[in-house]
């Protein structure tokens, strides 16, 4: 006789899975006789055993577009965004129990609603959903288990310089720059990213003196990316799948954020990791995360700052065979950086 099933709606991206990775840890301990089963994306799909929660994947494209089980469904579990798409999606699959925000598509007073002005991070936003059902969530509970593969390269600096829009792209020449300076100083760098996005790895390997098997974008799937983080000593990005990676597994990481803030999306505040997320007069607190120009506030970010805490951060750990002391300085004189740095900032976005 099959276990009753507990059905987790995320069709996200790889950075939206693992935020809800400590919801997923809750369910599984809130129902530990049931099958937890993931509707998500093929391209988190490989790393989901990772979590060490799920036992079962339905492959989904959208909020709507799932493989439907074949048996009935004690709960599902909208993680997937406000509706109402999704929720009408699960509802629709007449389950026991639907766990989910009251709106579109769920009126009942039970459920709570989705506030677009949620002032903390998105992991705390899923455990407090799951909390006003009774379903006890930590959310810290974000470790992920290192994957069973050899990483291509072992205590790598990783950089990524990719991000899906525009506006959370940080400027190629400078990740260039530090790259060079990193390189020159010691680290092993390579530079990832996905099929797509070649063409910029490449573009900062030339910038930055690099040999071209210093590019590895287009050459990890998910999990492979995953060990490649999970062994490096240091990761830099912006806001983008490689971040959750690197907290999911407490590699050191510098986040260059803008235009979403950190208090919504950022790493751990522990030493690990460092936020980049410049105080700029009279800018709004978020931008369009979906916009195709580079946001101010990652323009307001230069490469002396990174190579700043990418020194801090590296000098930090053991010393490594090969690697210099210390990192040699970008420009003997940075300009003045008269924007401020602030850790931590406020509102988001919202999901159908």
Request: glycine residues 10%; proline residues 10%.
């Amino acid at each position: 006789m099959s276990k009753p099933l507990v059905f987790a709606l995320r069709a996200l991206g790889l950075g939206d899975f693992l935020v809800g990775v400590p919801a997923l840890r809750a369910l599984r301990g809130a129902f530990p006789g049931h099958e937890l089963r993931l509707a998500t994306t093929a391209g988190v799909a490989r790393l989901a055993s990772l979590a060490d929660c799920i036992d079962s994947i339905a492959l989904a494209r959208g909020p709507e577009d799932f493989a439907v089980p074949g048996r009935p469904i004690d709960v599902a579990v909208n993680l997937h965004g406000r509706g109402p798409q999704s929720t009408c999606a699960l509802r629709a699959l007449h389950p026991s129990r639907l766990i989910s925000f009251r709106g579109p598509g769920r009126d009942d007073f039970d459920a709570p609603r989705w506030d677009d002005a949620w002032p903390a991070h998105e992991r705390e936003r899923w455990c407090n959903l799951l909390e006003a059902f009774g379903i006890t969530a930590n959310p810290d509970d974000l470790r992920l288990q290192p994957p069973d593969v050899e990483p291509l390269v072992r205590d790598a600096v990783v950089i990524h310089p990719g991000a899906a829009f525009g506006s959370r792209r940080w400027p190629l020449e400078r990740f260039a720059a530090v790259a060079r300076v990193l390189s020159r100083a010691g680290h092993d760098v390579v530079l990832t990213g996905s099929r797509a996005e070649i063409p910029l790895a490449t573009d900062v390997a030339a910038r930055a003196g690099l040999p071209q098997g210093a590019v590895v974008a287009g050459t990890t799937g998910v999990v492979e990316l995953a060990a490649l983080v999970s062994n490096a000593r240091l990761v830099i990005c912006g806001d983008t799948g490689p971040a959750h990676l690197a907290s999911a597994y407490g590699t050191p990481s510098i986040v260059l954020f803008g235009p979403t803030p950190p208090a919504r999306w950022g790493p751990p505040r522990d030493s690990h990791h460092t936020v980049l997320w410049p105080a700029l007069a009279g800018a709004e607190p978020g931008g369009d995360p979906w916009g195709c120009v580079a946001d101010p506030r990652l323009m307001a970010i230069d490469a002396q700052d990174v190579i700043d805490a990418a020194q801090r951060l590296l000098e930090a750990q053991p010393a490594r065979v090969g690697a210099a002391d210390c990192v040699t300085k970008h420009q003997q004189s940075s300009r003045a950086r008269s924007a401020p740095r602030t850790r931590w900032g406020r509102p988001g976005t919202s999901r159908p």
